[in-house]
Structure formats: structure tokens, C-alpha cells
T-cell receptor
Framework: EAGVAQSPRYKIIEKRQSVAFWCNPI?????LYWYQQILGQGPKLLIQ????????DSQLPKDRFSAERLKGVDSTLKIQPAKLEDSAVYLC?????????????FGPGTRLTVT | QQQVKQSPQSLIVQKGGISIINCAYE??????FPWYQQFPGKGPALLIA?????SEKKEGRFTISFNKSAKQFSLHIMDSQPGDSATYFC???????????FGTGTSLTVIP
């Protein structure tokens, strides 16, 4: 079973620029999560999708962050404009619904540096 | 507000020793408590998980101890090996399929 794929792995941008991250979840996983992991901290949820609908985006800074999951498979997370404090690793995770739900499988993450 | 508090921040253990990492929570609605292991440059990977209907779960060298009344749970790594050197995160969620609230992580170093 292929794992969660993310790209790019690394990105360096200047503040006020825009950036987009891509995630391909494990096949058949209906739930997809985007987490932000700041250095030295645990991951923090930004947004959760089930299929192509948003379940929870209460911690997403909507003035600059947006995410979509068209067709209920791949997802993109966008930041526009970026701030210095957005420097972090952005992790995508996916999980099943129903039996086996609970375990979240994480991708390798995208390390964003905003200068 | 940190939903799950984790300690210690870092831990150094001799090879063959026992590593113990502790977590505490306040929200009694949490009903799923996983531990994740993260190596540098990699995403977190599930190590072991427990639900509050049991007090202990063991998988190989890894054991979760759960104290529902104290709202605490801990990870014990027996016979720690240098390959166990990684960052460990505890987490909690309400109902499966919902977001995980992660602790701040423990950096474990196992000295040969």
C-alpha cells in the first residue's frame, strides 16, 4: 500500500509571496487532514476533509490560508500572502472512516521557510 | 491552551534501559490515545494506541499505561535501543476520525 504523498518536500519563499502544497492520500481513505508543525512543537490541525467536504477548519487562518479537496482525493493547501511565522512543516495525513478509523497515516511533510 | 501536556521535553537513556514519557489531559471526552514516533525529515508514524477501557497495552518493547482517574497516560520503551532515538508525540482525540491534539514532543536519545 502506497503511503501519503506530498510535494514539494522543501520550499523557500519571501514574505508576502504565495505558495501551494499538494497531498495525495492513501487510496480509499476518505478523511484527509492538514497539520502545521512548528519546530519543537507537536502538529496542529489546520483543516480536516471528509471526501470533498470540510469537517473542521476552525484553526485555519482563513485570511491567508485556503485548502481544497476536489473530487475527494488529492488536496492542495495554499498560503497567500505568507508571513515569517508560517515557517513550519506542513503535514498531510489520511484515515479511513468506519472500521479501522482512528489511525492517521502521515506523509513526509513539506518544510516551508519564509524569509 | 495545550490540550495534551507531555514531559519530559528531552530524554537520554543508556542502551538496554527503560524510557518513560508521560502525558496528561483535561478533556474527559477524549477516547483515543495514540503515540507517534517521528524521525528527522519524516512524518509521524503510529507506534501504539490505547482506548480508555483498558489500563495497559503492550506491543513488543512498547507499553502504554493509562490512568483514567488521573487523566494521565505514559509510554514505556523497554530495552531501549539506539534505533529508538527519535521524537515521540502523544496525542488524544474525541471519537475516531476526528482531529488529534498532540503533545509538544519528547526527543529521545539512546546512548550505545
Amino acid at each position: 500500500e502506497a503511503g501519503v504523498a506530498q510535494s514539494p518536500r522543501y520550499k523557500i519563499i519571501e514574505k508576502r509571496q504565495s505558495v501551494a502544497f499538494w497531498c495525495n492520500p492513501i487510496s480509499g481513505h476518505a478523511t484527509l487532514y492538514w497539520y502545521q508543525q512548528i519546530l519543537g512543537q507537536g502538529p496542529k490541525l489546520l483543516i480536516q476533509f471528509q471526501n470533498n467536504g470540510v469537517v473542521d477548519d476552525s484553526q485555519l487562518p482563513k485570511d491567508r490560508f485556503s485548502a481544497e479537496r476536489l473530487k475527494g482525493v488529492d488536496s492542495t493547501l495554499k498560503i497567500q500572502p505568507a508571513k515569517l511565522e508560517d515557517s513550519a512543516v506542513y503535514l498531510c495525513a489520511s484515515s479511513r472512516v468506519g472500521q479501522g478509523a482512528g489511525e492517521q497515516y502521515f506523509g513526509p511533510g513539506t518544510r516551508l521557510t519564509v524569509t | 491552551q495545550q490540550q495534551v501536556k507531555q514531559s519530559p521535553q528531552s530524554l537520554i537513556v543508556q542502551k538496554g534501559g527503560i524510557s518513560i514519557i508521560n502525558c496528561a489531559y483535561e478533556n474527559t471526552a477524549f477516547d483515543y490515545f495514540p503515540w507517534y514516533q517521528q524521525f528527522p525529515g519524516k512524518g509521524p508514524a503510529l507506534l501504539i494506541a490505547i482506548r480508555p477501557d483498558v489500563s495497559e497495552k503492550k506491543e513488543g518493547r512498547f507499553t502504554i499505561s493509562f490512568n483514567k482517574s488521573a487523566k494521565q497516560f505514559s509510554l514505556h520503551i523497554m530495552d531501549s535501543q539506539p534505533g529508538d532515538s527519535a521524537t515521540y508525540f502523544c496525542a488524544a482525540s474525541i471519537n475516531t476520525g476526528n482531529q488529534f491534539y498532540f503533545g509538544t514532543g519528547t526527543s529521545l536519545t539512546v546512548i550505545p
